[in-house]
């Protein structure tokens, strides 16, 4: 393997190089493009982040100290072993560490954060998360099915799905706050009484495992899983909608493409017959969800009101009554004028004579 992959996971710069090697060899053995690895810069960021946050303390608590220690271990992971196997049999013994049980746990969670993008575990000496999930046995491919399999269905009151579903609506009608989460069991989860909407962040993720599923010998979600995940990207942010489009240059121009996912802006658009809950099997209850938020939501501020459109009879109405009391204040306030003027000219000409 290759000697860029011994480098620490903290502490040095992940080089093309190392970047190359990773992404050949996390999911696969793969053979990504030269545009497969600038797409994937936003997952990087993403790895980087999660192994400060698991070796923060100088990984004293974590049995992985190189890339190529969380790749080994993901070689195992991919053999469906199950949790306790990993962890009695092949974590201490093929990274060459004391048989830390807490150690090889945090390696197992960090390995399997980086694999999937879910918040599996907590990073040693933190707080729980609020939505940490955990992987307690079997293997990996079973925590996933059981996470993102499929469960009982909610049932919506129409089974076409409007076109005025979009997130660009649930901000500007519905009033919520969008923030994207790298987590992806998060996706489309609604929090804070509703005022926010989660949204994974990680397009190109998403895209590259699609692109490489027929090449990959090693799947850990469940088929068709991450095609469902992208379609939602489309339906929720159409990109033959051009005030989705703005809206969204507008995030990326806010927080830099740095720290956005350019890919967001190609997710493409649903045809009618796409569009119908039918076709969502994993995210149809998160979808239902959203929508009846949107369908219960009642505009609060004058800006809410003019982007409502959902009844047209209704917003048609409310603005020409409103017109109507712009004019009629404003021919009120000429009126009050013009009999002011005429006591000040009665009184003017009382006065001169």
């Excluded at 987590?183 to 962040?201: E, G, I, K, P, Y």
């Excluded at 306030?333 to 003017?348: C, F, M, R, T, Y």
């Amino acid at each position: 393997m290759s000697s860029s992959l011994d480098t620490k996971l903290v502490g040095t710069i992940i080089g093309a190089e190392t970047r190359r090697d990773l992404i050949c060899q996390l999911w696969g053995p793969l053979t990504p493009t030269e545009g497969d690895l600038r797409s994937m810069q936003p997952y990087i960021q993403y790895y980087s982040t999660q192994c400060r946050q698991f070796l923060l303390d100088g990984g004293i608590h974590v049995s992985a100290s190189t890339h190529n220690d969380i790749v080994h271990l993901a070689s195992i992971f991919h053999q469906k072993r199950a949790r306790g196997d990993i962890l009695q049999g092949h974590v201490a013994s093929s990274l060459g560490k004391a048989p830390d049980a807490e150690a090889a746990n945090c390696a197992i969670n960090l390995c399997a954060r980086l694999l999937l993008m879910v918040a599996i575990g907590d990073p040693p000496n933190s707080l729980p998360g609020p939505n940490t999930i955990h992987w307690e046995d079997g293997s990996l491919s079973d925590f996933t099915e059981g996470c993102f399999g499929v469960q009982h269905q909610l049932s919506p009151e129409n089974a076409q799905i409007s076109k005025t579903m979009t997130m660009l609506n649930l901000q500007k009608i519905g009033g919520m706050e969008i923030e994207w989460t790298p987590n992806l069991a998060d996706h489309l989860r609604l929090v804070d009484d509703d005022r926010r909407v989660l949204v994974f962040s990680c397009v190109s993720f998403l895209k590259f495992h699609t692109k490489h599923a027929a090449s990959s010998i090693r799947p850990l979600f469940p088929s068709g899983f991450l095609e469902e995940t992208l379609r939602t990207f489309s339906l929720l942010f159409p990109q033959n909608d051009a005030a989705s489009q703005r809206w969204l240059g507008a995030q990326i121009k806010g927080r830099g493409r740095d720290l956005f996912d350019p890919a967001l802006l190609h997710c493409g658009s649903l045809w009618t017959r796409e569009r119908r809950y039918e076709n969502f099997k994993y995210w149809n209850n998160r979808l239902v969800i959203l929508k009846q938020a949107l369908d219960d939501a009642r505009p609060q501020t004058m800006t809410q009101w003019w982007h409502d459109q959902r009844n047209g009879v209704q917003w048609y109405t409310f603005w020409v009554a409103i017109l109507v009391f712009i004019v009629t204040i404003f021919f009120g306030i000429i009126q009050s004028l013009e009999g002011a003027l005429q006591v000040w000219l009665s009184w003017k000409s009382m006065d001169e004579s």
